[in-house]
């Protein structure tokens, strides 16, 4: 399912403060970097600033994907610092989406979201993650955040799913919450299975 030679991962570092649980745990990363680089593959891993702070780069660093990048020479993509390009949808609440231009670029994209509540959503996994691919403004859709899930899944060609739930977290999420060792990993190239 994961063809061509450059593969965007698409992580979830939602925070800089390291807590199991609340964002993709650096060892699944590095398994899925593993897969990637043995048929010589070119990789890429990213995720957005969250609307409220610019963390991610500090997330990347904090929670080893800086250190993965340099031992597997992968590259770190801020997503929010990215020239983006609009993509035709047509759909209810979304004519178009903007998305940064890189995730265009690439063969393939696989998403690797940490399995957790959400407050909003109920959970955040294989669909919700794509969230974080959307640079601006996507703070103001949470009243519709039901609807535009999968506008935005539509719109963006996801390739696979590597969904870390080693280390989950259960409660008031995405940011508070209880760790809760679930030591489980779910892949697959239907994100709603």
Known sequence: ????KKVF????LLLKKVVPGLCTSPWVIEGIIKVLKKDKREVYIGDCDV?????????AKNWGIIALCKKYNAKFVNLSKQPTKKIKINEKIFKYLEIPEILTKVDS???APVLKTHVIPRMTCALKNQWGCIPRFRQQL??????????INKGLKVN??????T????????????PKIVNS???????VA
Do not use: M, R
């Not at 991962?9 to 979830?12: G, L, P, Q, S, W």
């Not at 609307?51 to 997330?59: D, I, N, P």
């Not at 519709?144 to 999968?150: G, K, N």
């Not at 696979?160 to 739930?165: I, K, L, N, S, Y």
């Open 1 to 4: 399912y994961v063809k061509g």
């Open 160 to 165: 696979f799913a590597v969904v870390d739930a």
């Open 51 to 59: 609307a409220t702070a610019k963390q991610v780069e500090a997330a």
């Open 109 to 111: 994209i696989i998403t």
């Open 167 to 178: 280390i989950c977290l259960e409660g008031n999420g995405p940011v508070n919450g209880i």
């Open 185 to 191: 990993i779910f892949a697959s190239n239907d994100l």
């Open 9 to 12: 991962i698409k992580t979830n």
């Open 142 to 151: 949470h009243t519709i955040v039901h609807d535009a899930i999968p506008e």
